[in-house]
């Protein structure tokens, strides 16, 4: 399934799933890039690696208790990372695709103004649906009979914990959102026999929109 297509459906969910949910006070979807590498306490298979960007998008809904709010989102993540390479003159990359579903606190700083900033943080369950190795001449899928036997096998769900903030601005029935977050994984996703530890660390950084239910933002 497309990257961009998933997130039009997590959106319709969103709104389809905010008819049945009396006490859900807002939804909305969001659009950005991801920024992903991973944290390795050992020497891995691949060596030095560095930042690669992807994309994320996806919807929410969020239901109030007071002014704190419960956020949990469906969200198509590419997580990944590039690898130092001597052989090549751009660093091959290898791409992790995520259904990711974090369940968010979320906290404005200030409640009906025009301009809100806020905070968010908690958990994100992701979970892998694909992967794709890319060199300058070739990609492959990570799972693909051409690579070694377990050439970079993956644990099927990564647990993290995320946190950051947003400014959202009144605008129409609903607000714009500019928001930033970081999820530190807390899995190691390398599953290869006698591979080291690795594990997710990525930085959304996203545009959206929040319409509330029977009420003005």
């Not at 919807?59 to 208790?65: E, L, S, T, V």
């Not at 700083?109 to 300058?136: R, V, W």
Request: aromatic content about 14%.
């Amino acid at each position: 399934m497309g990257r961009f297509t998933f997130a039009s459906i997590a959106v319709a969910a969103a709104f389809a799933l905010s008819a049945s949910a009396a006490d859900a006070q807002t939804i909305g979807f969001k659009l950005g890039a991801s920024m992903s590498n991973v944290s390795s306490a050992e020497t891995t298979f691949f060596g030095d690696t560095h930042r690669k960007t992807g994309f994320v998008g996806g919807g929410f809904i969020r239901f109030g208790f007071g002014r704190i709010g419960i956020q949990p989102e469906i969200l198509s993540v590419t997580k990944g990372f590039e690898m130092e390479s001597v052989y090549y003159e751009e660093n091959p990359s290898v791409s992790i695709e995520y259904i990711a579903v974090p369940v968010l606190l979320h906290l404005p700083l200030t409640y009906g103004a025009s301009f809100a900033p806020y905070i968010i943080a908690g958990p994100e369950f992701a979970f892998d649906i694909g992967c794709e190795m890319s060199f300058p001449d070739e990609d492959y899928d990570c799972d693909d009979e051409a690579l070694p036997e377990d050439f970079f096998s993956r644990r099927s769900i990564d647990i993290g914990l995320s946190a950051g903030g947003g400014l959202a601005f009144a605008m129409g029935p609903g607000a714009l959102l500019l928001e930033g977050r970081y999820t530190w994984g807390m899995t190691n996703i390398d599953d290869t026999p006698d591979a080291g530890e690795m594990k997710n660390r990525s930085a959304y950084f996203t545009a959206g929109y929040s319409i509330p239910i029977g009420r003005r933002y």
